[in-house]
């Protein structure tokens, strides 16, 4: 996990290759279906761009919008592994309904389905540990299908200059701030995506539960949870300079109300200059706390077994059809 931690610049400078172009038209918008780590770089990509046509869809088959728009969309099957079975589902409901589907993988049942039925893909590299250590790659291959050349340029430029390594202090300092308590992220609702990554890479890595919100919902219900509970809860601020004025008020005003009860807080400034350099600097800070924390645990911050022993049972005839090659479509 470290190495992939340290080596997650290299991903920026990836050039995905798009097979059967032919196939690939234009369109008025883009739906995306991934699950974990395979969903994790659209909502990036969103909160980075939110004028992008971009819907995510984290269920089986397809989401409930009418015929006309579902023709108009690029449906975009995302699978890290290629044999997710919401993501197969997916693309087997789209493919039915003769739409237009894109797939971004690395093989698996998925890449099959998309040489089968002439479908434009990208294979991306093989060569992390894990989906959510795989960002970079994800992040271009979905601007790339959405038509979005400004964005690649843009994380090829951060490939220049961005270094995880720079801080793992600061992982390091917070992992050992949060000790056995249960981590709680909270950041605007312009950054909810940033605080989502936390929490996964909370679970995943650190192997603990975590959860998050946004402000200025926070104030408005889940604040109230915490005036007379009594388990330690260590709360992580994500603020941002450019978060509205009261936003940044609240939270202060909130942390400070939070330690009057007892609780610790960590606020951290969000680094960087562009937002794209807040997101991945964020999020280097969150792989290294989340490492720190499971060292800690002396866990494995790569496996996730428990996850692994439920997709055992729930392996069953439904996803054997596509695992074992033999599709129904």
Known sequence: ????????????SYVPKVHNTDALASHKQFILCGMGGSHLSAGILKMWKP?????????????PYDESFLEDSLLIASSYSGNTE??????EAALERGLSVAVITTGG???????????????????????????????????????????????????????AEMYRS???DIANEIGDALPVVYTSSANLNIAYNWKITFNETGKIPAFYNIFPEVNHNEMQGYDEYNHPVHFIMLRDTADHSRVQKRMSITADMLEERGYNVTTLLLPGNTLLEKVFI?????????????????????????????KHELKDAYNDRFIDGNTLI
């Open 282 to 310: 964020s999020l280097a800070i969150a792989d290294w706390t989340a490492l720190s924390v499971a060292e800690a645990k002396n866990s494995d911050p790569v496996a996730v077994p428990m996850i692994e022993s439920f």
């Open 170 to 172: 600061f992982g390091e």
């Open 1 to 12: 996990m470290e190495e992939a931690i340290i080596k997650i610049h290299k991903q920026f």
């Open 109 to 163: 049942a998925l890449l099959e389905l998309a040489k089968k039925h002439h479908l434009p893909y990208i294979q991306m590299p093989n060569d992390t540990v894990q989906p959510r250590t795989a960002l970079g790659y994800s992040l271009i291959a979905i601007a790339t299908f959405v038509n979005e050349p400004g964005c690649v340029s843009d994380v090829h430029r951060l490939g220049e200059t961005f270094r």
């Open 51 to 63: 004028g992008i046509n971009l819907y995510v869809h984290k269920d089986y088959d397809l989401p």
């Open 86 to 91: 919401e993501v197969l589902s997916f693309t």
